[in-house]
DNA sequence: ATTAATGTTCAGAA
DNA sequence: TTTCTGAACATTAA
């Protein structure tokens, strides 16, 4: 399921080969199934970025950002099954939508002339936007400080403001944007913080511990290209496989022994209808 | 053959 | 106000 590190590993996959670049066509895939969830019209989103170039590839929290030199911007919101693909996609079936690129030749090799966007359970939603829409849709009222760039006064200032439970709040976008609910139990893993722990009990050093283990997880992840599931869905632009699934320490890993202590087994509980994963000699509910 | 489970986000209820 | 629940969806495992 795409979070902040297979969105990263696909924005840094699409970008050599869109930035720069001007669009031809982009239009929805005539799918199988339903449509994707597009704003607004699929026409006008056509029309608007007919012959646009695509000057900049971003990422923001779990959304991929495709600015336009017009100053409107797509955003495409992955959920849990989409790909963003410069490749032949896993099948055909599950083509979304699709962005003709006009085609160039670099150091002799010709570069992919197609986006694509794949979404296998097709919860995944584009918008076009313009730059005022965008300060809306993606300002600080619906999105918190993207994982990454979240500093120790962040996590200061923001956590004490719920009394969820913490693995709750790191799913909450508003709070903090970009976790989801894979790397949230790895994060509190390496932080040694047990997943229920109310947000607004954590203490400092607490709090500087899930500081710098969001830091390293992420990062890492980043390295690895992200995680790929037994269900195979993630794929990088290229459709490869991930591999920070090799390196999880917990997340659905039941009734294998911790990496830490190598003592405890770990155990999956349920939070806000969600698998959590955790070590309960490492994650201890009091200290 | 049904049913549950998967996990992100939003709308609407508690 | 804050927190919780269910629905959207396709596919697989039980």
Redesign the pocket.
Same mark, same amino acid.
């Given at each position: 399921?795409? *979070?902040l590190p297979e969105v990263e590993t696909m924005v840094r996959g699409i970008r050599p080969h869109v930035e720069g670049r001007r669009i031809i066509k982009a239009a929805r895939c005539r799918c199988a199934?339903?449509p994707i969830d597009v704003t607004p019209s699929a026409r006008s989103i056509g029309q608007r970025s007919k012959g646009q170039l695509i000057t900049r590839v971003k990422r923001l %929290?779990? &959304?991929i950002i495709l600015e336009l030199e017009s100053g409107d911007a797509f955003v495409i *919101?992955p959920?849990?099954t989409g790909l963003m693909l410069v490749s032949d996609p896993p099948d055909r079936?599950?083509l979304r939508f699709e962005w003709q690129l006009e085609e160039r030749v670099e150091k002799g090799e010709r570069n992919t002339e197609t986006l694509l966007f794949w979404d &296998? !359970?097709? @919860?995944g939603t584009l918008r076009l936007y313009s730059q005022q829409e965008m300060a809306e849709a993606l300002g600080p009222s619906?999105l918190g400080p993207d994982a990454l760039s979240m500093t120790l006064d962040d996590w200061r200032g923001r956590l004490p403001?719920?009394? !969820? %439970?913490v693995k709750?709040a790191l @799913?909450d976008?508003k709070l903090v944007a970009g976790i989801?609910?894979?790397y949230a139990s790895e994060i509190l893993h390496l932080a040694r913080i047990h997943p229920g722990h109310p947000s607004d009990r954590l203490k400092v050093p607490h709090l500087k511990r899930l500081h710098a283990a969001t830091q390293q997880v992420l990062q890492t992840a980043i390295r690895y290209e992200g995680s790929t599931?037994?269900?195979g869905t993630y794929r990088n632009a290229l459709n490869q496989n991930g591999s920070y699934q090799n390196e999880h320490r917990v997340y659905?890993r039941a009734d294998e022994p911790c990496p830490t202590c190598g003592k405890s087994t770990i155990v &999956?509980i349920?939070q806000?209808?969600?698998?959590t994963f955790y070590c309960q000699r490492c994650q201890p509910e009091k200290w």
């Amino acid at each position: 399921m795409p *979070e902040l590190p297979e969105v990263e590993t696909m924005v840094r996959g699409i970008r050599p080969h869109v930035e720069g670049r001007r669009i031809i066509k982009a239009a929805r895939c005539r799918c199988a199934y339903r449509p994707i969830d597009v704003t607004p019209s699929a026409r006008s989103i056509g029309q608007r970025s007919k012959g646009q170039l695509i000057t900049r590839v971003k990422r923001l %929290a779990k &959304r991929i950002i495709l600015e336009l030199e017009s100053g409107d911007a797509f955003v495409i *919101e992955p959920r849990m099954t989409g790909l963003m693909l410069v490749s032949d996609p896993p099948d055909r079936t599950h083509l979304r939508f699709e962005w003709q690129l006009e085609e160039r030749v670099e150091k002799g090799e010709r570069n992919t002339e197609t986006l694509l966007f794949w979404d &296998r !359970r097709g @919860l995944g939603t584009l918008r076009l936007y313009s730059q005022q829409e965008m300060a809306e849709a993606l300002g600080p009222s619906k999105l918190g400080p993207d994982a990454l760039s979240m500093t120790l006064d962040d996590w200061r200032g923001r956590l004490p403001g719920t009394q !969820r %439970a913490v693995k709750v709040a790191l @799913l909450d976008q508003k709070l903090v944007a970009g976790i989801g609910n894979l790397y949230a139990s790895e994060i509190l893993h390496l932080a040694r913080i047990h997943p229920g722990h109310p947000s607004d009990r954590l203490k400092v050093p607490h709090l500087k511990r899930l500081h710098a283990a969001t830091q390293q997880v992420l990062q890492t992840a980043i390295r690895y290209e992200g995680s790929t599931l037994a269900d195979g869905t993630y794929r990088n632009a290229l459709n490869q496989n991930g591999s920070y699934q090799n390196e999880h320490r917990v997340y659905a890993r039941a009734d294998e022994p911790c990496p830490t202590c190598g003592k405890s087994t770990i155990v &999956r509980i349920v939070q806000a209808q969600r698998s959590t994963f955790y070590c309960q000699r490492c994650q201890p509910e009091k200290w």
